[in-house]
């Protein structure tokens, strides 16, 4: 597209994580300067430069200057100019310098995973140390919650919503309706039949809108209800809570109920 690896620059949240979480001990796609450098710096292949022996002779290191890990690159860096914030860990510019190191027939490694402190010292990062354990346990309990979170999950849910347009009517009997939107999801594998009652409302009659009476929430899908219910007329303005029971008609699942409130004309 048109912004291109500006995206991963200014957009893409990677990076700002990566330089938080960042270390001397963190392993990233790194260069090793001090064998790929020299005492003299980098130096293209030349009639005298072919070996190694011929560069380290002359002062330089085995970096060629052949510039394919910049060209590999999605983002255009340089990795031999040390870590950037436009580096996204893809690992291109060590397969494109291992693939020269190999036709040359000299050890791979030059752009490799490693850490500053590696390179530094040529020592190999910790992998016990505090950050990694906390890193650690704090993956753990987010993967322990996630995989909680799915065994434990209601096998059916649903939700109600009171339609407002108009909230309260009165009706020629002298009883009170009000109407209510019902969604229903069935996260089972086979269709759900379902019952519906009323609790908490005993002088309360429910009617589902529609020709179709019958709840029946297909496999791993949901449903919409419109129902309505009326009572006697109380108190103007007053409001009383109920809750909708919805039961299923294989017996498999528990009732499930969800609180509401019916309310009176002002």
């Given at each position: 597209g048109f912004v291109r690896e500006q995206v991963c620059f200014y957009m893409c949240p990677y990076a700002r994580f990566q330089a938080v979480?960042?270390?001397k001990e963190t392993l990233v796609p790194t260069y090793d300067y001090t064998r790929g450098e020299g005492e003299n710096g980098r130096a293209h292949l030349g009639r005298e430069l072919?070996?190694?022996?011929?560069?380290?002779?002359?002062?330089?290191?085995?970096?060629i200057d052949c510039g394919l890990c910049v060209q590999v690159c999605p983002t255009g860096i340089d990795i031999r100019n040390g870590l950037q914030i436009g580096c996204i860990n893809c690992?291109?510019?060590i397969d494109a310098c291992d693939e020269i190191m190999d036709k040359q027939g000299w050890p791979r490694g030059l752009v490799r995973y490693a850490s500053e402190l590696e390179i530094e010292t040529k020592q190999k990062p910790h992998i016990f140390k505090p950050k990694s354990i906390g890193y650690?346990?704090?993956?753990?309990?987010?993967t322990a919650l996630l995989v909680y979170g799915i065994f434990t999950q209601a096998k059916m849910d649903f939700s109600v919503a009171q339609v407002r347009s108009p909230l309260a009517?009165?009706?020629?009997?002298?009883?009170?309706?009000?109407?209510?939107?019902?969604?229903i999801n069935n996260k089972l594998i086979r269709p759900l039949r379902l019952d519906i009652s009323l609790n908490d409302l005993p002088k309360g009659e429910l009617e589902?809108?529609?020709?179709?009476?019958?709840?029946?929430?297909?496999?791993?899908?949901?449903?919409?209800l419109l129902v309505r219910v009326k009572q006697p007329m109380t108190t103007?303005?007053?409001?009383?809570?109920?809750?909708?029971?919805?039961?299923?008609k294989d017996?498999?699942?528990?009732?499930?109920?969800?609180?509401?409130?019916f309310n009176m004309p002002r």
């Open positions: 979480m960042f270390d072919k070996t190694r022996e011929d560069r380290t002779t002359k002062g330089h290191g085995d970096c690992g291109l510019c650690g346990i704090a993956i753990l309990v987010v009517v009165m009706m020629s009997d002298g009883r009170v309706q009000n109407s209510y939107e019902i969604k589902i809108a529609g020709s179709n009476k019958e709840i029946v929430v297909p496999t791993d899908g949901y449903t919409t103007r303005g007053a409001q009383q809570t109920f809750k909708f029971v919805l039961s299923d017996g498999e699942l528990p009732p499930t109920s969800m609180s509401t409130t």
